[in-house]
């Protein structure tokens, strides 16, 4: 399977409890994106990197969340501290720069359902 | 400010109908669009894009969608529905240049569902 993969699928933690999720791009797709979707909503941006470099922050990134992306290949997010209202699914994505149009479409992983307590 | 209105939270159809979905947006420019598709539990898959060039675009599925710049709409249709087709869908738009280009506005989606 060549698609976008993310792990775990669910988490179920306590509220004050850290955790951290990976996500495993496209293999030659130099970006990565993430984003939280609510019940009843639509996917929200989070973050989004290019190679290493984390290029854009949403507001809705608090200074709870971290992202990573060391080595330009696989990303981590992590929330510390967590909260109920941080219950949600979180959903990564690829993309590669595309010839005909400077931006680029993006592929998405099945998702982290985090459920906080 | 930015935005994505999917004005139907829940459309039902019969097998065999037709389907249109909507979607307009508020954006400084064109935008590039898009409609993806979302099955319970899953992730997000693009159903068809708007970059430029023919404003009626074919996707996966046999959908289509029409972009319409007077309208500022990008209605997504189907002349048959499958059962199969029962989901939950989003429209996103996207920046061309300039300010970001990173982020997807996504609406709120609108829910399908198909009676037999």
């Known amino acids: 399977d060549t698609g976008v993969s993310q792990d775990p699928r669910h988490k179920i933690t306590k509220r004050g409890q850290n955790v951290t999720f990976r996500c495993d791009p496209i293999s030659e797709h130099n970006r990565l994106y993430w984003y939280r979707q609510t019940l009843g909503q639509g996917p929200e941006f989070l973050t989004y990197f290019q190679n290493e470099a984390q290029l854009e922050k949403s507001r809705l990134l608090s200074d709870r969340f971290s992202a990573e992306r060391p080595k330009g290949s696989f990303s981590t997010l992590e929330i510390q501290r967590t909260e109920q209202g941080d219950s949600a699914m979180y959903l990564c994505a690829s993309s590669s720069p595309n010839r005909i149009s400077s931006y680029n479409e993006q592929f998405f992983g099945p998702g982290t359902r985090l459920t906080v307590l | 400010a930015q935005s994505v209105t999917q004005p139907d939270i829940h459309i039902t159809v019969s097998e065999g109908a037709s389907l249109e979905l909507r979607c307009n947006y508020s954006y400084g420019a064109t935008p590039y669009l898009f409609w993806y598709v979302q099955s319970p539990g899953q992730g997000l898959q693009l159903l068809l894009k708007?970059?430029?060039?023919?404003?009626l675009v074919q996707g996966i599925k046999g959908f289509e969608a029409e972009f319409k710049r007077s309208q500022s709409s990008f209605n997504l249709r189907k002349p048959s529905v499958h059962w199969s087709d029962a989901a939950e869908y989003f429209c996103?738009?996207?920046?061309?240049?300039?300010?970001?280009?990173?982020?997807?506005?996504f609406g709120k989606g609108t829910k399908l569902s198909v009676k037999p």
């Open positions: 708007y970059f430029s060039g023919d404003t």
């Open positions: 996103a738009v996207g920046a061309r240049r300039g300010g970001s280009q990173g982020n997807l506005i």
